[in-house]
């Protein structure tokens, strides 16, 4: 366990792993990780075969990856981020990944300051379009996941389905959408006054 964000502890892990000759494993920008993102694709098209339209929460893109080279145009995938780590934002502007802000409520999960080579090459051919939403955004979707569904999910995590009830994603009448909800970074949340916590 070292530092303070994603880019602390990346450049620590491969620190290490240059030491001690252990086995690198990317938390997004390898193959194998979004092979195994794309997994998820495959059994949200099987649960949700009517959906034209997939939200994904993205900050170095491996699940976003996964998911658009799953779909590849069978349905329009969206990667959604936080307004304060526009990393796949600031990479579509460019051309290519840079360097961008690293902050949010989403911190612990997207915000790697930017996205990776490899995502963002798959992500710039297969997926429709990239949308940010703010915190108070997410912050309310997280607390009505909770309040409605009994769903505990970190802030990240809820991003995606943040762009639905922020109107920043606006389905057409009769559309089906998908929605991504993903993360384990989440302890003792406390979701409000009266609801206690849950740990998830």
Same mark, same amino acid.
């Given at each position: 366990?070292?530092?303070?964000?994603?880019?602390?502890?990346?450049?620590?892990?491969?620190?290490?792993?240059?030491?001690?000759?252990?086995?690198?494993?990317?938390?997004?920008?390898?193959?194998?990780?979004?092979?195994?993102?794309?997994?998820?694709?495959?059994?949200?098209?099987?649960?949700?075969?009517?959906?034209?339209?997939?939200?994904?929460?993205?900050?170095?893109?491996?699940?976003?990856?996964?998911?658009?080279?799953?779909? #590849?145009?069978? !349905?329009?995938? @969206?990667?959604?981020?936080? =307004?304060? *780590? /526009?990393?796949?934002?600031? +990479?579509?502007?460019?051309?290519?990944?840079?360097?961008?802000?690293?902050?949010?409520?989403?911190?612990?999960?997207?915000?790697?300051?930017?996205?990776?080579?490899?995502?963002?090459?798959?992500?710039?051919?297969?997926?429709?379009?990239?949308?940010?939403?703010?915190?108070?955004?997410?912050?309310?979707?997280?607390?009505?996941?909770?309040?409605?569904?009994?769903?505990?999910?970190?802030?990240?995590?809820? #991003?995606?389905? !943040?762009?639905? @009830?922020?109107?920043?994603? =606006?389905? *057409? /009448?009769?559309?089906?959408? +998908?929605?991504?909800?993903?993360?384990?970074?989440?302890?003792?949340?406390?979701?409000?006054?009266?609801?206690?916590?849950?740990?998830?």
């Amino acid at each position: 366990m070292a530092g303070n964000t994603y880019s602390d502890a990346l450049a620590a892990s491969q620190e290490w792993t240059a030491d001690s000759g252990a086995l690198p494993i990317h938390a997004y920008d390898q193959a194998e990780t979004m092979l195994g993102a794309g997994t998820l694709g495959m059994e949200l098209a099987g649960q949700a075969p009517a959906a034209t339209r997939v939200l994904a929460s993205v900050g170095g893109g491996g699940l976003l990856a996964g998911i658009a080279a799953w779909f #590849a145009g069978r !349905a329009q995938v @969206v990667g959604v981020e936080p =307004e304060g *780590a /526009p990393t796949l934002t600031a +990479a579509m502007r460019a051309g290519r990944p840079v360097d961008a802000e690293a902050g949010s409520v989403a911190v612990d999960s997207l915000a790697p300051r930017r996205v990776g080579e490899l995502t963002f090459a798959i992500i710039r051919q297969n997926a429709a379009q990239v949308l940010l939403v703010d915190d108070d955004a997410i912050l309310r979707t997280q607390q009505l996941l909770w309040e409605t569904l009994r769903v505990v999910a970190e802030p990240g995590g809820c #991003a995606a389905l !943040a762009a639905l @009830v922020s109107g920043r994603c =606006e389905p *057409a /009448p009769g559309e089906s959408v +998908a929605v991504v909800i993903s993360g384990a970074n989440t302890t003792a949340v406390d979701l409000g006054p009266g609801t206690g916590s849950a740990n998830g």
